[in-house]
């Protein structure tokens, strides 16, 4: 009884052993000495099946995970180790010293606006899943708090669905002050470049302000809920008095700019609707507004965020699951089989934690994000058969967008290349397509869009009781009208907005009156003093500034998103997102598409018509909508690529790393003007698009 049992044990240690390979009587002996004997005799043995069967055993899913860890914590110990001046920027090479050895000083104070990306969120109350959180980030803190308590996260940022406010029992704020927005992680800048060089010529907390915000409110709850344009108004109102009384450099980012436009006509208008500033507030105590990024007439992604919640992005990564591998892994590593499933369903579109779907549930909760969707309609953005970058040229190898041009353009383009002119033209115009062929086709071989005849039906009553967690809102449509709405179907900038109510109803009822995204026929109408058209400058005039300037500044010559090949999205049990981005569609002859996305020239997320054409166009002289003549200035950045891994320049996010830009912020809030910084400064076809463009001015 005893030898059977020792030989149970041995069995149990490692199965691997064979009972051939040992005699049952030597195990007879009950000395613990014998036993170890015998297992070290059997110890190179027992090695090197263990060696064998780990190798076949690991699974090419693991072994990338090894390398982007070991990647991770390698680039860490650069940043930390490594001799200063090969992973910062070198003191003596900073605008700002070189600036301040010019003679340049502090003159104007200077307000910071940040944008969706660049605003930092905070806990002040919560559910008991967010103990221990009370006054963390929640936004722009980096990932612990995503990983360690993701669906807890989510439901923290969330709004109320109704009212756009907070739901009961949460209070997110907005970070306020400058450490607001310097970095949104450790080692990735934000502000905090900028801010750097402002304080090497004499910037302070005196003369230097971050505005804060709740990014995620439509523009006017800011203001009901925490007083931010009040706040924002004394700022101004007293950095103006503090520093001499003189006037306020203003420096808006991305969705940034859209606030500030709002801000600008809500300080003059009357109390209780406005700020009760007067008609030549913004004349006494505003320089300057240097917009970075501006998405003043939208972002074609921002549709795609409510339609399916993705982008590009989202698309390229599901588009590489898919070649994963179906089958099991046989390891005895519990993390990596979870690990290998996790990525398996994600490529299947089955995943647990239905990602997307509590993605839509929440980013449909932020108004703001309507803010975003393209304004204008088809005057600005094309139709079915024309829009303005018809014509437009891509080469992705270079990582440059070029636009041919039937005429001379006698701007600062020299460094374009020309490459091709496309063989069959881009209808960027048709920005949501079902299908390749409804973004191709002439439109007299394509179903009219009649938002009529896309009608909501009763919820559909099929599915678990599992998925109710990730209840959106295609729960409520019939399959019938899910497939209606595609049926090779192509939508533009003005029937976007019947999909939209569709889709996302409750959405879109609750922010139809904070938001408009129209042309003004015309601005002397009582109707436009209402809030709702603040934020579209083709809908609100300027303020009577003469003496105010205002600068688009923004990068080129990324493939900048600007149209969509949509598919119906595989059926699943939990599928609540119907529709997804086809990345599997490419064209040849046109690399302008790839994976299911119209790129055109751009910064990476605003396309170079949404940023430029106002100044170039819409606010250049007096217009209707810039009656005083506000001189407006075009200033464009060549993305050039990193010089190293720890280095980012270019990009949406990143240009307000860029060296130019840094020089014109700080020669302008030192006094110079718009001619003084040498005027436009243009590298793209922002003019020959904005000609293009038919608005009654």
């Not at 390398?67 to 910062?88: A, E, N, S």
């Not at 003043?296 to 339609?307: D, E, M, R, S, W």
């Not at 922010?511 to 400058?537: E, R």
């Amino acid at each position: 009884m005893v030898s059977f049992l020792r030989l149970r044990k041995l069995h149990y240690i490692e199965p691997a052993v064979k009972c051939s390979s040992v005699g049952f009587e030597s195990f007879d002996d009950q000395s613990p000495k014998s036993t170890d004997q015998k297992l070290e005799k059997l110890g190179l043995e027992i090695s090197s099946k263990k060696r064998n069967q780990t190798r076949r055993c690991l699974d090419s899913c693991c072994l990338i995970t090894g390398y982007l860890c070991t990647t991770w914590w390698l680039l860490l110990f650069l940043c930390h180790y490594l001799p200063f001046t090969l992973v910062h920027e070198v003191p003596e090479l900073m605008p700002g010293v070189r600036l301040k050895r010019e003679g340049l000083t502090v003159l104007h104070p200077v307000v910071l606006v940040p944008g969706i990306v660049t605003g930092g969120l905070e806990l002040w109350e919560g559910k008991p899943c967010a103990d221990g959180l009370f006054r963390q980030r929640l936004w722009r803190g980096g990932f612990t708090q995503i990983i360690k308590r993701p669906l807890c996260w989510l439901e923290h940022l969330s709004l109320h669905n109704e009212t756009g406010l907070d739901p009961p029992g949460i209070r997110v704020r907005p970070v306020p002050g400058l450490f607001g927005a310097d970095y949104s992680a450790p080692g990735y800048f934000v502000w905090d470049v900028l801010i750097k060089n402002l304080a090497k010529i004499g910037y302070e907390g005196k003369n230097l302000h971050m505005t804060a915000y709740d990014w995620r409110l439509s523009f006017q709850n800011t203001e009901i809920r925490d007083r931010s344009l009040s706040r924002l108004k004394s700022k101004i109102e007293l950095m103006y008095r503090g520093n001499g009384y003189k006037k306020v450099v203003v420096v808006p980012h991305s969705m940034g700019v859209t606030y500030f436009l709002h801000f600008l006509k809500w300080v003059e208008m009357p109390p209780p609707m406005g700020g009760g500033g007067g008609p030549h507030w913004c004349a006494k105590h505003i320089k300057a507004i240097i917009n970075i990024g501006p998405a003043f007439l939208g972002v074609p992604k921002a549709v795609t965020n409510i339609l399916s919640a993705e982008g590009k992005d989202v698309a390229y990564i599901r588009l590489a699951l898919h070649s994963l591998p179906r089958t099991e892994i046989k390891v005895k590593s519990l993390y990596f089989t979870l690990l290998f499933r996790l990525c398996r369903d994600m490529a299947s579109g089955v995943l647990g934690l239905q990602s997307l779907q509590h993605v839509m549930r929440v980013s449909r909760t932020w108004d703001s994000l309507v803010s975003l969707v393209p304004k204008g309609g088809e005057t600005i953005w094309g139709n079915m058969e024309w829009s303005p970058e018809e014509g437009h040229a891509c080469d992705f190898s270079n990582k440059r967008c070029s636009q041919f041009s039937l005429s001379d353009n006698k701007v600062n383009n020299s460094d374009v290349k020309i490459n091709f002119r496309v063989k069959d033209p881009v209808n960027y115009g048709r920005i949501i397509s079902f299908g390749k062929a409804a973004s191709m086709l002439h439109s007299s071989q394509l179903p009219t869009v009649d938002s009529k005849d896309l009608l909501h039906t009763s919820a559909s009553q099929n599915f678990s009781l599992s998925c109710r967690e990730t209840f959106t809102e295609y729960d409520e449509m019939s399959p019938e009208s899910i497939q209606k709405i595609a049926a090779d179907k192509a939508y533009t900038a003005a029937t976007l907005f019947d999909l939209l109510h569709l889709v996302a109803p409750k959405m879109m009822k609750r922010v139809q009156a904070h938001f408009s995204h129209g042309i003004a026929d015309n601005l002397d109408d009582p109707k436009y003093n209402h809030y709702k058209y603040w934020s579209n400058p083709l809908e609100m005039k300027l303020p009577n500034a003469p003496d105010m300037e205002i600068y688009c500044s923004y990068g080129v010559g990324i493939p900048t998103e600007r149209s969509y090949v949509y598919k119906l999205s595989p059926s699943s049990r939990c599928k609540r997102i119907p529709y997804q981005i086809d990345s599997s569609v490419n064209r040849e002859d046109d690399s302008c598409l790839k994976g299911g996305v119209y790129f055109a020239d751009g910064d990476g997320s605003v396309p170079v018509l949404s940023a430029g054409f106002m100044c170039s166009k819409g606010w250049r002289g007096r217009t209707r909508f810039n009656p005083s003549g506000i001189a407006t200035y075009i200033r464009e950045y060549r993305n050039k690529p990193p010089a190293s891994l720890l280095e980012r320049r270019g990009a949406h996010v990143d240009v307000m790393g860029n060296v130019a830009l840094i020089e014109d912020i700080l020669r302008i809030a030192a006094g110079a003007t718009g001619e003084e910084i040498g005027g436009d400064k243009i590298d793209s076809d922002i003019l020959r698009l904005s000609e293009r463009v038919n608005l009654r001015l």
